[in-house]
């Protein structure tokens, strides 16, 4: 665990250089050109050392978004729809959605209307900050809630060790897999066209290795 600055510390320092590299990356310009203001945010929870980390890919926003500055409370993170489809499974592992005793966040930390607008060169930019926030908070564990951000870390040589986990009739998967010597799994997205009893099977699975 890191010792050497508070949550609240690291907080503003991590938003320091969110800001420099999202003033480098090709969303910016994006946002730029179209006369938008999408911006960028770091953590949707207060920052909770040594607890384990939720992350989706990138924060969404249309228009007039202004940078992170506050340290959330999280005390509204159990009403996002990307979390609240698969509550049952995140309480199933010990989350508590009010005292907060986990982390989330993205892959990205740059917003954007869709997801496609995101180039490598962005996430390239991003896992720098992104980077240091896991290193802070020296999780036991992260949780991707979707594969895609598997494939994009796998794609910048980051990962180690992956293995699937299947459902019954091996169509689809989780996945598990070593990033910067911390454990990182993956489920299916939330919005995937997963049949419910392949989704229980492959988030049981998870659970179980989380939990080992």
């Known amino acids: 665990m890191n010792t050497d600055r508070t949550p609240e510390e690291f907080f503003t320092d991590l938003l320091a250089l969110t800001e420099q590299q999202f003033r480098l990356s090709p969303v ?27 992350f989706g890919i990138n924060w969404g ?7 992170q500055t506050i340290m959330p409370t999280g005390e509204d993170v159990a009403e996002y729809t990307f979390l609240n489809r698969n509550l049952k499974y995140l309480k199933n592992m010990g989350l508590n959605f009010s005292e ?13 209307p869709r997801v496609s607008l995101i180039e490598n060169e962005d996430f390239a930019l991003s896992l720098i900050p992104f980077e240091k926030y896991v290193r802070y908070i020296d999780p036991p564990w992260m949780l991707s809630l979707g594969i895609k951000n598997m494939q994009i870390l796998n794609r910048f040589g980051l ?4 293995k699937r986990y299947h459902d019954d009739q091996k169509k689809f998967s989780g996945i ?26 492959i988030w049981e699975k998870v659970i179980n290795e989380i939990n080992v």
């Open 61 to 67: 926003g249309n228009d007039g978004y202004k940078p």
């Open 100 to 112: 907060i005793n986990f982390n989330y966040t993205n892959l990205c930390f740059f917003r954007s």
């Open 159 to 162: 990962l180690k060790n992956i």
């Open 176 to 201: 598990s897999a070593q990033l910067w010597d911390r454990k990182v799994f993956a489920v299916p997205h939330p919005n995937a066209h997963v049949p419910r009893e392949s989704r229980a099977t």
């Open 28 to 54: 910016y310009q994006k946002q730029l050109k179209h006369g938008k203001l999408w911006n960028y945010a770091v953590c949707a929870t207060p920052i909770a050392n040594g607890k384990g980390i939720i």
